[in-house]
């Protein structure tokens, strides 16, 4: 089953269609589905979400800007980038465009390149926020898993024999402060916030803390510490 992006093709113009078909599918990396018009596209989109949509303004019984009302107000669909193309290109027919809620629109005619420009900038953001997205479910994750880890050793605390280390670690004044953020559970952008420094600097100085311990993880790490007397947190 191919994991091409899929995009939603709705024009009553079947050339256009043809065309922009055409074009977008030439290099096999996308897949378009088309929708001569809305009510075809709303039959559609019960059973496929694509990952953008393209749509005609001017159509015939339900026009495009219906068509976009439904589709934010309908939970599983709201977030879609959605492109408009129209025959209609005055600026104040782009401003109700984007005042309705579009997130591109494209005055016929229009170069495909343009489009096809727009179709993989909208992907590509999709990616990056899906990255983010994940990685800040596991950094809560983390987190979770560090505060787990304190309130254990905190109940077993009379019976926790803090072993020295057995090589000296020295950390720098700024290395402690990241290590004791760390320790109480804060992710690298909350740490950054913290110390007014960047997210970048904040991933360098844990990194450099994971060296010197020679942990792997921040939960290790943490471990780690406390049982080194490292941090207090």
């Not at 104040?92 to 591109?104: E, F, Q, T």
């Not at 990255?131 to 994750?141: H, P, R, Y």
């Not at 505060?147 to 000296?168: A, D, F, N, R, Y």
Request: proline share 5%.
């Amino acid at each position: 089953m191919s994991n091409s992006p899929v995009i939603l093709l709705v024009d009553d113009e079947p050339s256009v269609c043809d065309s922009i078909q055409a074009y977008l599918e030439y290099n096999g990396d996308l897949i378009v589905k088309i929708a001569n018009n809305a009510k075809e596209a709303w039959k559609l989109l019960e059973t496929t979400i694509p990952d953008i949509i393209i749509s005609d303004v001017m159509m015939p019984e339900i026009d495009g800007y219906q068509f976009l009302e439904r589709i934010r107000h309908n939970n599983r669909l709201q977030t879609i980038p959605l492109i408009f193309l129209t025959a209609r290109g005055m600026t104040a027919d782009r401003i109700k465009g984007y005042n309705a809620g579009c997130d591109a629109y494209l005055p016929k005619p229009f170069d495909p390149e343009e489009l096809e420009a727009i179709v993989k900038s909208f992907l590509e953001r999709r990616k990056i926020n899906e990255k983010i997205g994940n990685n800040s479910v596991k950094l809560e994750e983390i987190a979770q898993e560090i505060k787990g880890l304190k309130e254990q050793l905190g109940q077993q605390k009379t019976h926790l024999t803090v072993i020295p280390p057995s090589i000296k670690i020295d950390l720098t004044p700024r290395e402690k402060s990241v290590l004791d953020l760390v320790a109480e559970g804060l992710m690298n952008k909350e740490i950054a916030a913290r110390l007014n420094t960047s997210v970048r600097n904040v991933e360098k100085y844990v990194s450099r803390l994971f060296g010197k311990t020679e942990t792997n993880s921040r939960t290790e790490l943490v471990r780690f510490a406390l049982k080194h007397g490292l941090t207090q947190y």
